[in-house]
């Protein structure tokens, strides 16, 4: 399978954080979405496009809390959605074109991991109905203005964890398999690679280019549904229950995890390339599937991407399925 997965050596690494990718980006007079953006690497991430001019717009499901979150950091407007209720999308996409605006930044950051079997109203499981499928709604509805504005970047946070799990399209939703936490995570993880991959194809004659990544591990709320317990005996946190911050083992702190992201949004280094898979705030290399299995507590050996996760004709399935599943097309 012929790959775009070469590193750049940005110049970058897993220490590097979202202040230093930033600096020396202009954004002024340029828009961006940040889905999870008054929670976890999604904070830092607004932070961080705020901080070089750009107007942010976050989504969030308690307005109120959201405002509490982001108090203080200029340039940022906050509008209701729930990525697990279509309805909320497209209302909250139809309130942002209402405004006229084109879109030059879009960030898929929010998302969940690890929790119970959810189905949501239409019988998805919650993993892939967050993740993957309200993205990709609110993508389709934002299209035309990340289409009119003249370049654009769709930046989908994914993560390691997609090592857990292909997409099963013969049973997404667990309805014949046994539900697993992890496997429900994985899967959604590893559609958010392939979504970048096949927008970015099929976006790019418009101007829009797409890229995937792993931000490190880094303690956020999305570990909710973890024990402190368990966080404690794989190593995520010390025995005070403090985050360790190791960036030679991928344990980075917010700040840290949210690098990749922002540089994927704003690299110049990446002007005409795009759906690749990102790590450390450069293009990860191609696993061959012969490298030591990353542990728990060898989470620096979780470097690279699946060959699965990037392969163009799953890609284009997991589109066509998307679209069926959500009754709508999209490009």
Not at 155 to 178: A, C, K, L, M
């Amino acid at each position: 399978m012929s790959t775009q997965q070469t590193p750049l050596h940005s110049g970058f690494t897993a220490a590097s954080t979202a202040a230093d990718v930033i600096a020396g980006i202009d954004l002024s007079g340029k828009t961006a979405l940040v889905t999870g953006g008054a929670s976890g690497l999604g904070v830092e991430t607004v932070r961080a496009l705020a901080s070089a001019g750009a107007a942010v717009v976050v989504p969030a499901r308690d307005i109120a809390r959201a405002a509490a979150t982001l108090e203080g950091i200029d340039g940022v407007e906050i509008g209701q959605m729930d990525l697990l209720d279509p309805v909320s999308i497209d209302a909250f996409a139809g309130d942002f074109a209402a405004t006229g605006r084109p879109l030059q930044i879009l960030v898929d950051s929010a998302g969940i991991m690890g929790g119970p079997l959810v189905r949501d109203a239409r019988g998805c499981e919650s993993h892939f109905a967050t993740n993957h499928l309200g993205h990709f709604q609110l993508a389709a509805r934002v299209w035309p203005a990340l289409a009119a504005a003249g370049g654009a970047r769709v930046v989908s946070v994914s993560s390691w964890g997609h090592r857990y799990s292909t997409v099963h399209f013969d049973d997404i939703n667990f309805e014949q398999r046994e539900y697993v936490p992890l496997e429900g995570y994985g899967q959604s993880k590893t559609a958010n690679v392939l979504f970048a991959v096949e927008l970015d194809r099929r976006g790019r004659e418009h101007g829009v280019r797409a890229f995937a990544l792993h931000p490190g591990s880094a303690y956020t709320p999305l570990a909710k549904h973890t024990s402190d317990e368990e966080l404690r005996r794989i190593g995520v946190l010390d025995q005070n229950g403090q985050p360790i911050v190791d960036p030679s083992r991928n344990l980075k702190s917010v700040a840290q995890g949210a690098a990749t992201s922002v540089w994927c949004a704003t690299s110049p280094k990446l002007d005409g390339l795009g759906g690749v898979y990102c790590e450390n705030s450069d293009i990860a290399p191609l696993r061959s599937g012969d490298e030591p299995a990353p542990t728990d507590r060898n989470p620096s050996l979780a470097q690279g991407v699946m060959p699965y996760a990037v392969d163009p004709e799953t890609a284009a399935r997991l589109w066509s399925v998307s679209e069926e599943m959500l009754d709508l097309t999209f490009l």
